[in-house]
């Protein structure tokens, strides 16, 4: 979306001189990005579920990522805050995870969600 809005990162992607504009949007990106940056891609991913979002054993629930590295004073809330505020970044997940799907799918059928595009 922000490529469609016309804002683009200056300068190259690789040595090789491919532009940063010259890369689609959508699924033709991953054919056009250079091998090594998808490697770098895939290992930075790795690197933050190996080393910092890390599940704590024996948490208070399940997808406990307090790790230590952050703390926005979750043990300051009662019970029901907490819960409440667990259930909507459930749900909020949710809702992120179908915008995202409906996106592909309507990309790979050939039509737009957004609007004059």
Known sequence: LV???GIR??????YDGTTFAS???GFGALDAVPD???FQII??????EVVVMKDIVGGEFVGDFRNGLL??????FDAETQLSKRAI???QGRAAMMGILAL???EQLGVSLIPSL
Do not use: C, Q, R
Request: aromatic content about 12%; cysteine-free; hydrophobic content about 50%.
């Open 3 to 5: 490529a469609e809005a």
């Open 9 to 14: 990162l200056p300068g190259n992607i690789d």
């Open 23 to 25: 890369i689609p949007n």
């Open 36 to 38: 090594a940056g998808i």
């Open 43 to 48: 290992g930075f991913v790795g690197f933050l």
């Open 71 to 76: 703390d926005f004073g979750w043990d300051t």
């Open 89 to 91: 970044e459930l749900n």
């Open 104 to 106: 592909m799918v309507h």
